[in-house]
């Protein structure tokens, strides 16, 4: 039997994709979802 995949997503209306210091923010600091970011998938072409 093969493990699961752990499957997060992050989905906020009020939240700009570049108020996250992952994607390049100078000032704003985002230490944890960098860290997700870090170890996971970034999707940076996502249309709804």
Request: proline share 8%.
């Amino acid at each position: 039997m093969t493990p699961r995949p752990n499957i997060l997503f992050i989905m906020a209306d009020q939240l700009r994709w570049d108020y996250l210091s992952c994607y390049g923010h100078p000032h704003l600091e985002t230490p944890n979802i960098d860290r997700i970011a870090r170890q996971g998938v970034r999707f940076d072409r996502v249309y709804c």
